[in-house]
């Protein structure tokens, strides 16, 4: 759900209404009554094979380009200095009266073509709710409900990548929200239930299915709290769960290397927001932070099938960003972030970067990123990274 629908306080409407031309009336003065009757009945005229408007789908693209300069080499996975890292495609329109649908579509050199989201959205549920049907955005953390071309940053948090995904983490189920203040601040609470989590690993190969049993299904909640602390600025509080069964390695025994194992992922996020309405289009100021703490269950209850040695059962991370508007179309910005490195037990690989932004228009961007990754056990490197992203056909909102 985009921010208008989520947040009225906050939302910006822009309406317009046409007319159609009229008739001439006095080219009708000498015709009898029963001719203009039927003139001013009759439909206007449709060109002959003409499309129902109402049956073509918003149609949008999105293209997102990288450019990567470090000194060392290439840090992109598929080994490219200047590459388009994705095209996604959209499809969204209203079913019919009950369900609304959408659709994007990921193109990429490197993973080929893929479903990145397909829901239908139930719109008229009783008691407000909101529900999804198909696979969306994990509602874990701020950032993972974000596509990745939407971001503040040219990346995800080195903690997302590391306990979600590079491209965060999408799941295939159900879905259903549900906003409401009955504390006098708006608060929305989200629950899922989905097939499974993230991708299956192609190496590993459980005796059954992760999901036989309902226990093996991924569920989650999230709730989120705003306040409007004034005029010009207002704060989101937000903590999530998602926990679920996923492929740990274990001991080969014929075709099958692993078993289902629990692993439960928790996350707190606060996102304060200032735009003083005198210079809302000057001037802004966003500071935002999340921490996600993963727990890897050891409980193995398979005797034939027992687990590998593991080096960390349980990860850490956190990152902090803040950005500066200096101009109509210009920002600044900054991030720290600290991930666990569960090949070193615990210690923790860090990345201090900054960003350049410029928007020449709601259409496009561009992102300038230099970054200093300090792994651990390994030197430090630098990172310089450029990004261009357009959009192309109707401009949705982004998440709030």
Do not use: C
Not at 12 to 40: K, M, N, V
Not at 170 to 179: E, N, P
Not at 276 to 287: A, E, T, V
């Amino acid at each position: 759900m985009n921010a208008t629908a989520r947040f009225p306080l906050l939302a910006l409407a822009i309406a317009g209404a046409g007319f159609l031309p009229l008739t001439e009336a006095a080219a009708q003065q000498r015709t009898t009554g029963s001719l203009a009757r039927a003139s001013r009945s009759a439909p206007p005229p449709q060109p002959q094979g003409a499309p129902n408007a109402r049956l073509i789908p918003d149609i949008s693209l999105v293209g997102d380009l990288i450019a990567d300069l470090s000194p060392d080499g290439t840090t992109q996975e598929d080994g490219t200095r200047l590459g388009v890292r994705e095209v996604e495609l959209a499809l969204q329109a209203a079913v019919d009266p009950t369900f609304r649908g959408d659709v994007f579509f990921g193109f990429s050199d490197a993973e080929g073509v893929g479903i990145e989201q397909a829901f239908l959205t139930a719109t008229s549920l009783p008691w407000h709710l909101e529900m999804r049907l198909g696979r969306f955005l994990a509602p874990i953390g701020k950032q993972n409900t974000t596509h990745r071309h939407d971001l503040h940053t040219v990346d995800h948090s080195l903690v997302v990548q590391r306990l979600l995904g590079e491209e965060g983490l999408k799941s295939t189920g159900v879905y259903l929200a549900r906003i409401f203040a009955p504390l006098g601040f708006f608060q929305e609470v989200i629950v899922t239930a989905t097939e499974r989590l993230g991708e299956a690993p192609e190496d590993l190969v459980t005796e059954e299915p992760t999901s036989r049993d309902l226990d093996g299904l991924a569920y989650s909640a999230r709730l989120r709290n705003y306040w409007d602390l004034s005029d010009a600025a207002n704060l989101e509080i937000s903590g999530s769960v998602l926990t679920g069964r996923k492929e740990r390695a274990a001991v080969p025994l014929g075709d099958v290397n692993a078993v289902p194992m629990r692993q439960t992922t928790f996350g707190v996020d606060a996102t304060f927001r200032w735009r003083p309405p005198q210079q809302g289009l000057y001037r802004s100021f966003i500071l935002q932070g999340e921490l996600l703490a993963q727990q890897n269950s050891n409980d193995n209850t398979s005797s034939v099938y027992p687990l590998k040695p593991a080096t960390l059962d349980n990860l850490m991370g956190y990152y902090l960003f803040g950005r500066y508007q200096v101009s109509r179309r210009g920002y600044l910005g900054a991030r720290f972030d600290s991930v666990d490195d569960p090949e070193f037990d615990g210690a923790q690989t860090t990345a201090v970067s900054g960003y350049w932004q410029f928007y020449p228009s709601e259409f496009s961007k561009i992102v300038g990123k230099f970054e200093r990754v300090s792994p651990t056990g390994q030197p430090a490197f630098n990172r310089f990274v450029l990004q261009a992203t357009f959009a192309l056909g109707p401009h949705k909102p982004h998440p709030f």
